[in-house]
Every structure is written in structure tokens, then in C-alpha cells.
């Protein structure tokens, strides 16, 4: 499965009220650095965010950790698995 593939369901089953599993590289820009792999149990995609107010809107996915509540983001690139299925580099 292409990281855009993963995309696609991720959205599928966010739509549906399902959820997912998915792994991927954290990095945040602010501070130039990555805490490593990162792994989600439960998540549900999010609305995305404005890309007037964002201009990396578009290259990330907001998400909620339903067994967390919080709030975060994940950059799209930086997708590796999508319930334990290892993502194609494409």
C-alpha cells in the first residue's frame, strides 16, 4: 500500500466513525528535531487545517488518539505503517 492509499483509507474510515492503527516519524519543524518513531493505536482523522492559515496544510494530517483524546499532527511523508502494514516508499 502507497502512503497515498493509507491516506485515502485513514479518510474512509474517519468518514465512517471507524478507526485505524498507524506508525510514522515524528519531526516538529519548530524545533528541528525528531523524538523517533512514533506508534498511534486508536486514531480518527480530523478535519484538515485552512491552508491560508497553514501553508503545510497540505502536507499534514490532523488527527485525534481516541484512547488519549488529544489532538495532534503527523506530517503525510513521514507515514510508515497503517495497522501494522508496512507503506511502500513512493
Request: with cysteine; aromatic share 8%; net charge negative.
Amino acid at each position: 500500500m502507497t502512503v497515498y492509499e493509507a491516506i485515502a483509507e485513514m479518510r474512509r474510515r474517519s468518514r465512517e466513525g471507524g478507526s485505524f492503527s498507524f506508525t510514522f516519524m515524528s519531526y516538529s519543524r519548530d524545533r528541528r528535531s525528531s523524538d523517533g518513531v512514533t506508534r498511534v493505536e486508536r486514531a480518527r482523522l480530523l478535519p484538515g487545517s485552512d491552508p491560508k492559515a497553514n501553508r503545510f496544510a497540505d502536507h499534514m494530517l490532523n488527527y485525534v488518539d481516541l484512547d488519549t483524546l488529544e489532538r495532534r499532527s503527523c506530517w503525510q511523508p513521514l507515514l510508515l505503517e497503517l495497522d501494522g502494514e508496512d507503506l511502500e516508499l513512493t
